[in-house]
């Protein structure tokens, strides 16, 4: 364990080096998630009524987005890792006497919590102070606001479990660009990251909530802005939980079997 918090610290200092990125990407947000809002605005105003979440719900759900971006992304990948597999740079990784998934888990980790601390506060700051209706609320009560950090912090699992599926078959294909860009699309649309799950249509939407996707943003998002609250927030959880130690258990099977066959060629 120690070694992997070490590998974690590590990690995010040096991720905290990229302060003109972080710029950047908060202006990005900020202009996205404002410009998301307006274009649900617009569909609210006809008739509000007939949106499955409340507009202060949808308003919340879009900025946390935004400020927690970095966490969530299923389409951020270590480029490092993957280029480590293909060239064949993966040799000196085995050589060092450290659990490659661990590591690599790790570091994944590591680098979306530093992304997101650099960008966060910013955003959240600025999006409590925009005026009504598009500022973003506060969760309703202490407890709700608990199960939402706890929320985050699988949700934070279970997509780093995913985007290890997603190097492990790397080992099999050599390119990832393929798997990559589809699993990117898939998670993303799937996850809540383009429109929030409930505005899904219903019989699509009972599958979708059960799917590893929705324990990512989904969850935490939806606890947050009040969408989901009490048992409901708790059954989310639970989920959260199933799917994290699923996902890392046939990550790690799935590691083993690569590291197996693997051949690393030339000299």
């Not at 759900?61 to 993966?90: C, D, K, P, R, T």
């Not at 994944?108 to 609320?137: G, Q």
């Not at 393929?178 to 409930?198: E, T």
């Amino acid at each position: 364990m120690k070694t992997y918090l070490a590998i974690f610290r590590i990690r995010f200092i040096n991720s905290l080096q990229y302060r003109a990125a972080a710029v950047g990407g908060m202006a990005t947000q900020f202009a996205w998630g404002f410009m998301e809002i307006l274009a649900f605005a617009a569909f609210y105003k006809t008739n509000p009524a007939a949106f499955p979440m409340e507009f202060s719900h949808t308003v919340s759900y879009i900025w946390m987005q935004q400020a927690f971006l970095a966490l969530f992304m299923v389409w951020f990948f270590e480029a490092e890792i993957f280029n480590s597999i293909s060239s064949g740079g993966i040799a000196y990784e085995l050589a060092r006497p450290v659990e490659l998934y661990g590591r690599w888990f790790s570091q994944t980790i590591a680098n979306r919590v530093a992304k997101t601390a650099l960008r966060c506060l910013p955003i959240l700051l600025i999006a409590l102070l925009v005026p009504e209706p598009y500022r973003m609320s506060l969760p309703p009560n202490a407890s709700q606001f608990f199960l939402f950090l706890v929320s985050v912090v699988l949700s934070l699992g279970v997509v780093a479990s995913f985007s290890m599926l997603i190097y492990i078959t790397t080992f099999y294909t050599l390119s990832a660009t393929g798997v990559r860009i589809i699993a990117a699309a898939l998670a993303d649309f799937m996850a809540g990251s383009i429109i929030p799950l409930p505005f899904f249509p219903q019989p699509f939407r009972a599958i979708a909530q059960v799917l590893p996707f929705a324990s990512m943003q989904n969850m935490p998002l939806r606890i947050y802005s009040g969408n989901i609250a009490g048992d409901a927030a708790l059954w989310g959880i639970g989920l959260q939980i199933f799917w994290l130690i699923v996902l890392g258990l046939f990550g790690r099977v799935l590691m083993k079997n690569a590291l197996g066959k693997v051949v690393v060629q030339g000299g």
